[in-house]
């Protein structure tokens, strides 16, 4: 069983043109494992999810679902499969009605979905709040009334109500404060080990990759630009991009000088021509201008790829130019 996204394109309509979003993005998750997708802000991760979950309508490519394509399902069919991918929002504060009690909102998408009969729902609100660490008596609660951690647990219980295969969190911890961020991470590779669930983590937060991803891909300007496990993009990148990141996380990458990216990310309404990130890359030459590169192994017999003409480490001289 896996997720696959193949050539996923958004363009979203401007005035001024089509803004380029994401441009041909080709991602693999399976159950049981997490993908982190990663990238400073604009980078294109949410749009991203979004098209994934069809939450948005991609402009174009494919989310096979054991080989059934989700951008192709119609509105019945769907409904169904909406059952094995489910979302968690960045706000926990928003993204939860301030109107319904925590056992409403937990129980919705089994109303919604026709499961069991009430008690059995009822039931099933009990389960999954004990599931998430939270006490049965919160059921009866207003989100006023609980934590951003604790809303947040909330909203990872309602994401898993339907049994989902897969969980989309969009930038699920980013609103909350270390301590329980910590927290909601713990639980999340808890819930994982228990329960076999995929899911795809969208996050700017180095730290928090480090701490929960089997597998990273690195955006930037609305391409995937690097990915590979853990441990070979964090350990050992090989994109100048993912290695100015690391530079700026402290902890993660021993580095003797930081490397500071020059000018600002393109925009994405008028793409520059070739390699994306040429403009502020202390490594750009004449090719990088002419021709786009693609994703391609870096290593013979490895997982890790990067859309770079010359990967590698950058030399001093190349991290302070």
Not at 21 to 38: F, H, Q, S, Y
Not at 73 to 101: E, G, K
Not at 109 to 136: C, F, I, M, N, Y
Not at 211 to 226: K, N, P, Q, T
Request: glycine share 8%; aromatic share 4%; proline share 6%.
């Amino acid at each position: 069983m896996m997720l696959e996204v193949t050539g996923l394109r958004h363009e979203f309509a401007t005035p001024r043109g089509p803004l380029h979003a994401v441009r041909g993005v080709d991602l693999r998750v399976r159950p049981g494992e997490t993908l982190a997708i990663v990238g400073e802000s604009g980078s294109g991760k949410s749009t991203t999810a979004r098209a994934i979950a069809r939450l948005i309508e991609p402009t174009d490519g494919s989310v096979l679902l054991d080989g059934e394509d989700l951008l192709k399902a119609n509105n019945r069919r769907m409904f169904d499969l909406r059952r094995r991918i489910q979302f968690v929002f960045q706000d926990p504060y928003s993204s939860l009605d301030p109107r319904r009690t925590i056992r409403q909102a937990i129980r919705e998408p089994l109303d919604v979905h026709r499961v069991g009969t009430r008690r059995e729902r009822d039931q099933k609100v009990a389960e999954l709040l004990q599931l998430v660490g939270l006490s049965t008596e919160y059921q009866h609660s207003l989100p006023s009334a609980l934590s951003g951690g604790q809303r947040q647990r909330v909203a990872i219980a309602r994401a898993l109500a339907l049994e989902p295969e897969f969980v989309i969190c969009d930038e699920a911890v980013s609103a909350l404060d270390v301590s329980i961020q910590a927290q909601v991470l713990n639980l999340i590779r808890d819930l994982q080990e228990r329960l076999g669930v995929g899911f795809i983590f969208i996050t700017h937060d180095l730290a928090v990759v480090s701490e929960i991803a089997d597998y990273v891909a690195v955006m930037y300007l609305g391409r995937v630009v690097e990915t590979g496990t853990r441990e070979e993009v964090l350990g050992n990148p090989q994109h100048p991009y993912t290695q100015a990141l690391l530079s700026a996380a402290p902890g993660l990458r021993s580095l003797t000088e930081r490397i500071v990216l020059q000018g600002e990310s393109p925009s994405a309404l008028n793409p520059p021509s070739g390699c994306a990130f040429r403009l502020r890359c202390p490594r750009a030459q004449g090719l990088c201008e002419r021709d786009d590169p693609v994703l391609a192994p870096v290593w013979t017999g490895g997982t890790q790829l990067a859309a770079c003409h010359f990967p590698g480490e950058l030399t001093l001289e190349e991290r302070t130019r």
